[in-house]
T-cell receptor
């Protein structure tokens, strides 16, 4: 069974600074998708970024980028120029290719301070 | 993506009763799912709602406790039956696949916060 591990229960970053959230996963599959979701206090799950395992290039969405290391089964999220609105729970998630079965990590609570 | 709504947004129910949660999407989608998020925890997949057939349940979840319907490509319901305080959670629906595009991305509804007393 696939597992997703987020080893940082809480992180804090100052406004305008950069923070990296860690995620590792375990799978025997070669094709899969990885995602970062954000859940603010409103509880709405928001898709932040996605990475296809067959792509070597790291995904980027505005201030959000990932460092995908397939051999190490590592998928970290970097948030640049942090803003107060980035404060939320961040979940890493794994989806096997053509199986549509998301497995979530335990989450990292990000605080953004002035 | 699509606009996904859930009703009710929250409810407080007595033990032994049942609650049906609705999930409505503003466009046809291939896949619909139901998740549970217990207080302070991550999301756990309950089942995949299949259009026109029985839902596919994950280990630890059974149809008698969580009956699911999906009568068409835009609507699904989840019923939490014979509730106990342990069922107090946020229940979220998600969708994947719009029209003929398969993106393997899931988009979530706003969730239903259920408290069982």
């Amino acid at each position: 069974a696939q597992t997703v591990t987020q080893s940082q229960p809480e992180m804090s970053v100052q406004e305008a600074e950069t923070v990296t959230l860690s995620c590792t996963y375990d799978t025997s599959e070669s094709d899969y998708y990885l995602f970062w979701y954000k859940q603010p206090p409103s509880r709405q799950m928001i898709l932040v970024i996605r990475q296809e395992a067959y792509k070597q290039q790291n995904a980027t969405e505005n201030r959000f980028s990932v460092n995908f290391q397939k051999a190490a089964k590592s998928f970290s999220l970097k948030i640049s120029d942090s803003q107060l609105g980035d404060a939320a729970m961040y979940f890493c998630a794994y989806n096997p290719f053509a199986a549509s079965k998301l497995t979530f990590g335990t989450g990292t609570r990000l605080q953004v301070t002035l | 993506s699509a606009v996904i709504s859930q009703k009710p947004s929250r409810d407080i129910c007595q033990r032994g009763t049942s609650l049906t949660i609705q999930c409505q999407v503003d466009s046809q989608v291939t896949m619909m799912f139901w998740y549970r998020q217990q207080p302070g925890q991550s999301l756990t997949l309950i089942a995949t709602a299949n259009q026109g057939s029985e839902a596919t349940y994950e280990s630890g979840f059974v149809i008698d406790k969580f009956p699911i319907s999906r009568p068409n490509l835009t609507f699904s319901t989840l019923t939490v039956s014979n509730m106990s305080p342990e069922d107090s959670s946020i229940y979220l629906c998600s969708v994947e696949g719009f029209g003929d595009r398969e993106t393997y991305e899931q988009y979530f509804g706003p969730g239903t916060r259920l408290t069982v007393t």
